[in-house]
Nanobody
């Protein structure tokens, strides 16, 4: 059974940092593309970081230079290091894995998602 477990969220002041973890079981993340998504209240879920099987990384402009995605193959875990956090980064963060980057982009709310981890940035 494939399971992804998100953790590491919390309450932090603006300018602070958090590291999120996405631990996988039943699937090998290094052979797939994995992404972190954010869903803010009242907004659509957005892809904020992704890493492919080849290690290619993508970020939207909104987090570029502040978020860093990485993967530990030995631990079968993908991380999201978030720095210089802003109130607009507040939301529930989810991870997901797909065969290809294009599949991550195509994911929708109706697809299967984990429980996510809540990040709240206070001003």
């Amino acid at each position: 059974q494939v399971q992804l477990a998100e953790s590491g969220g919390g309450l932090v002041q603006a300018g602070g940092s958090l590291r999120l973890s996405c631990a996988a079981s039943g699937i090998v993340l290094s052979s797939r593309a994995t992404g972190w998504y954010r869903q803010a209240p009242g907004k659509q879920r957005e892809l904020v970081a992704s890493i492919t099987r080849d290690g290619n990384i993508n970020y939207p402009n909104s987090v570029l230079g502040r978020f860093t995605i990485s993967r530990d193959n030995a631990k079968n875990t993908v991380y999201l290091q978030m720095s210089n956090l802003k109130p607009e980064d507040t939301g529930t963060y989810f991870c997901a894995t797909e065969p290809w980057y294009a599949d991550l982009v195509r994911r929708r709310d109706g697809d299967s998602w984990g429980q996510g981890t809540q990040v709240t940035v206070s001003s």
